[in-house]
């Protein structure tokens, strides 16, 4: 289904990135939107801009989303290894959740003593 994908990947700016290159700041996109003589460039540019309010994290989740809908070896890989990347994400979310519970906990009792 061709559905604006943008709310599968809102909570990917949740995480903290130490990576240098989730900035936008070095995208290889020219400034000036090539001519309609050059329909392959254009469509490029065309492709950069619709894309532009994206980290590089959420432009490559995009992709391989894309990706793994294709029906052949590549997409179906593609597919294992995302839904293996999602479990992995939740539960390192849960884990981060239960430890936050557990120090909260532990300074709560601290106050009760």
């Given at each position: 289904d061709d559905d604006d994908d943008t709310s599968r990947y809102?909570?990917?700016?949740?995480e903290s990135e130490t990576e240098s290159d989730d900035d936008n700041s070095s995208n290889n996109r020219?400034?000036?939107r090539p001519s309609i003589l050059n329909p392959v460039s254009r469509a490029k540019y065309d492709a950069w801009a619709d894309c532009n309010d994206l980290s590089r994290r959420q432009a490559r989740m995009a992709y391989v989303r894309l990706a793994s809908r294709q029906d052949n070896g590549a997409g179906r890989q593609c597919l294992v290894l995302l839904e293996q990347f999602e479990m992995a994400r939740k539960a390192k979310?849960?884990?981060?959740k239960d430890k936050a519970e557990a120090?909260?906990?532990?300074?709560?009792?601290k106050k009760a003593s």
């Open positions: 809102e909570d990917d700016d949740e020219p400034t000036v979310k849960a884990n981060a120090g909260a906990e532990a300074e709560d009792a």
